[in-house]
C-alpha cells in the first residue's frame, strides 16, 4: 500500500515532481553504512546517525546474527516504537541525523521512506519526518514537541504486514540542517489498533528504510493558485473548499493541532467546484482541514473562529 502525504502547512501539494539527478541531502539514507553488525539499540553503528533523545532505537542488518531484520533494499533498515501499554504508554523511540547541505529557502522538497511494522500487538497512525535547523534532543523518553513537515495521515493506521511508503513535501523556510524521524505524536494524539492479540510484546514497532528527500516542483499552488482555496478566514458557521478546475473532492476531515478527528465529513459523491462543509459546535482556534480529491490527499490550516 502506498500512502500519500501531505504537510500541515498552507501549500499544499498535490503533484510532487522530482528534480533529475538531484542530490539526496540524508546520509546513509538506508542505513546500509555500517561499522559493525549491530546489537540491541545501536544505531550509532550507522553513522552520523542517532538518538536524539533517551529512547532506544535499534539498528538492522540482514546479514548479521544479531539484529538480522529485514531491510527495504539493501543490508541495512532502522526501527522505532510508536506505542505501548502501561509504562510504555508514552515511549517514543527517534533517529536524527545532519543532512549533508542545509535545505534551500522557498524551494520545495520531495520527501519518502519505506515503514514495516513487526508483528506485535499494536499497529499505530503516526510517523512523520522533522526538519530543523538545529538538532533537537529530550533527556527523557517522552514523545517530541515538534509538528514534522511530512507525516502519516493521522488516523490512517499502518496496519500491513509488508512495507508501506510513506510520502510527501513541503517548502523549505531555509537553513534545516537535521532530520528527525519518528512518530510526535503521544497517546492522545496516536490511534492504536490491535493488530495480533497474541503477542506478549504489547508495543507498536515500525523498521523504516530508504529515506530519501530531493527537490520538487510545487504542483496546485502554481498551476491553480488562483483556483483553490478554503475560506472565509477566520471561518464561523461553515467552511467553503473551492477545487481547481477538474479536480474533484471526496471526503474531507478537520483536524485538532494534536491530530485527533474533531469532525468527518465522510464521503463526498465527487464534488467538483465549490463544496460548504458545516462547522457549527467546533471549538475555535487552529486546525488542520485534510481533504482527498481524485488527485490526491492534501492538507489545509485553518483557523475557526472570530
Known amino acids: ?122 499497529a499505530t497512525d503516526r510517523f512523520g519526518v522533522l526538519f530543523s535547523a538545529t538538532a533537537v534532543s529530550l533527556a527523557n523518553t517522552n514523545a517530541l514537541n515538534y509538528t514534522p513537515q511530512v507525516q502519516n495521515t493521522p488516523g490512517d493506521v499502518l496496519s500491513d504486514a509488508g512495507w508501506m511508503e510513506i510520502s510527501g513535501g513541503f517548502v523549505a523556510q531555509g537553513g534545516e540542517a537535521y532530520v528527525t524521524i519518528g512518530s510526535f505524536a503521544n497517546s492522545a494524539g496516536t490511534t492504536a489498533e490491535v493488530v495480533n492479540a497474541a503477542s506478549t510484546s504489547t508495543v507498536a514497532f515500525y523498521y523504516f528504510d530508504d529515506v530519501v528527500v530531493t527537490p520538487c516542483a510545487v504542483g496546485i499552488e502554481e498551476q491553480h493558485a488562483q483556483s483553490f482555496d478554503v475560506f472565509p478566514m477566520p471561518a464561523v458557521g461553515q467552511l467553503t473548499v473551492r477545487m481547481p478546475p477538474g479536480v474533484r473532492m471526496e471526503s474531507a476531515r478537520l483536524l485538532d493541532t494534536k491530530g485527533s478527528v474533531m469532525r468527518n465529513y465522510g464521503t463526498i459523491p465527487a464534488v467538483q467546484g465549490a463544496q460548504d462543509l458545516d462547522i457549527t459546535g467546533l471549538a475555535n482556534g487552529l486546525c488542520h482541514l485534510v481533504i482527498t480529491t481524485d488527485h490526491g490527499t492534501l492538507t489545509r490550516t485553518v483557523i475557526l473562529g472570530e
Not at 6 to 27: D, G, M, Y
Not at 83 to 108: C, M, S
Request: with cysteine; glycine share 8%.
Open 1 to 122: 500500500m502506498i500512502r500519500t502525504l501531505r504537510t500541515i502547512t498552507s501549500f499544499a501539494l498535490t503533484s510532487l515532481v522530482v528534480a533529475a539527478h538531484a542530490q539526496n541531502p540524508v546520509p546513509n539514507p538506508s542505513f546500509d553504512v555500517q561499522t559493525a553488525c549491530p546489537l540491541v539499540s545501536e544505531i550509532e553503528l550507522a553513522p552520523p546517525w542517532y538518538a536524539p533523545t533517551a529512547g532506544t532505537p535499534d539498528l538492522f542488518n540482514s546479514t548479521c546474527p544479531t539484529q538480522n531484520g529485514p531491510g527495504h533494499s539493501g543490508i541495512g533498515s532502522s526501527g522505532v516504537f510508536t506505542h505501548g501499554e502501561g509504562a510504555f504508554l508514552e515511549y517514543r523511540e527517534y533517529v536524527q541525523a545532519p543532512l549533508i547541505t542545509p535545505l534551500v529557502a522557498g524551494q520545495g522538497y520531495c520527501v519518502s521512506l519505506w515503514v514495516k511494522r513487526a508483528n506485535f500487538r499494536y
